[in-house]
């Protein structure tokens, strides 16, 4: 089985470089994503006072990257569904798929109860998830047909005429993050960060469920094979020691990017609520992300198997340090576990543009010829 590759982006601060610079530089890394055959680009959604994400408005950004591509697929890893109008949102879809000519994916998903609070909705974590439910579901018919009849909570439509047509159908293909059972459920393809060693759990477990919810031998609504793969940071240098010693500042970086500025202005409003297990709430009958590995049979693994399917550098789980050879070692270990997509994050927290072109020369040029 081919394994196809893509990349999952931020777009965080780059010391010493405003918005313009930052973006520019993006958007020639994207030219070389294009040139060296990846499938599609990811882009996240978080807003202010978040400073991890520099392209909130994610469908501005990708309009450019319609524009400076030809083959590489794109769209939101993921649309944090609550926070948009669900007619404006169809709007915009039709108009990027159109665009790149039937290139547009579309990661959803229905974010946090802070960001919500930030963003002036109903902090409730129910709440926050019926409008994720019922903006998937007036998204998801009105892309697919002519006239958008819908009453529900929040929105009422009765036969809005949908003048636009996405080039897809019935609609670009969907995507689902960290729960492999709500992807499965609603025929979308899955995104992972779990390590590598209890991924063969999730990936048996989401093929498990898709036959159970979809049917045996399903496709996607687009007719393609579903897929499954997991996000991981990296960073790829001639050696491993090299690489380890750039990316250990820029992983530095990324947390404090992540997590610190949101922390520190919910503490400095009173809004410790919202830290610690309630920003972490999950609304009730939603199924558990974690996969049991105990309910699946799975080959034995000797300790240099184990040891070869930790993530490179030593880091984090959630990010890679390596050698070009090594991220082989590791990816050898990868297709083992049956998935068919993986995807790779190239410059993040402090990390350089150069630093990322070198990194994407290395895999394209070292890596990836040896998977596809």
């Not at 999952?8 to 530089?25: K, M, N, R, S, T």
């Not at 669900?86 to 039709?94: A, C, G, Q, S």
């Not at 697919?144 to 009849?149: D, F, G, N, R, V």
Request: aromatic share 10%; net charge negative; glycine share 6%.
């Amino acid at each position: 089985m081919a394994l196809h590759f893509g990349v999952f982006d931020h777009i965080e601060p780059v010391p010493g470089l405003d918005l313009e610079q930052i973006y520019a530089q993006r958007l020639i890394q994207i030219e070389q994503l294009d040139k060296a055959g990846f499938y599609a680009y990811h882009l996240a959604e978080h807003h202010t006072p978040a400073v991890h994400s520099l392209a909130p408005s994610q469908n501005v950004f990708l309009a450019a990257v319609s524009q400076r591509t030809t083959r590489l697929r794109f769209g939101p890893c993921v649309y944090v569904l609550p926070l948009h109008h669900p007619v404006r949102l169809i709007e915009e879809i039709t108009m990027l798929d159109n665009l790149s000519g039937g290139r547009m994916e579309i990661g959803v998903g229905r974010g946090g109860v802070l960001e919500a609070y930030f963003w002036g909705q109903d902090s409730d974590v129910e709440v926050n998830y019926a409008r994720y439910q019922e903006t998937l579901a007036i998204m998801r018919e009105g892309l697919s047909h002519e006239e958008l009849t819908y009453h529900g909570q929040f929105y009422t439509f009765d036969t809005l005429p949908m003048r636009m047509r996405p080039k897809q159908s019935p609609y670009p293909p969907l995507w689902y993050m960290r729960n492999i059972e709500t992807a499965a459920m609603d025929g979308m393809n899955a995104v992972l960060d779990v390590p590598l060693g209890e991924f063969d759990a999730y990936v048996k477990r989401y093929r498990e469920l898709w036959e159970k919810y979809q049917g045996v031998g399903a496709l996607t609504a687009q007719g393609t094979e579903p897929r499954i793969g997991l996000i991981v940071h990296m960073l790829l240098a001639d050696t491993d020691e090299e690489a380890v010693a750039q990316a250990t500042p820029a992983w530095a970086a990324y947390r404090w990017n992540l997590e610190t500025p949101r922390r520190l202005e919910a503490e400095k409003r009173g809004l410790t609520q919202f830290l610690g297990a309630r920003m972490r709430a999950r609304p009730a009958g939603v199924p558990a992300r974690e996969v049991p590995s105990e309910r699946y049979i799975l080959p034995a693994r000797s300790e240099e198997q184990e040891r070869r399917r930790m993530n490179p550098g030593g880091l984090s789980n959630r990010v890679i340090a390596a050698s070009p050879t090594s991220m082989r070692v590791y990816l050898d270990e990868y297709v083992e576990t049956g998935a068919n997509y993986f995807i790779c994050s190239f410059q993040w927290g402090n990390l350089s543009h150069e630093q990322a072109l070198r990194s994407i020369e290395l895999f394209t040029a070292e890596v990836m010829p040896h998977y596809v």
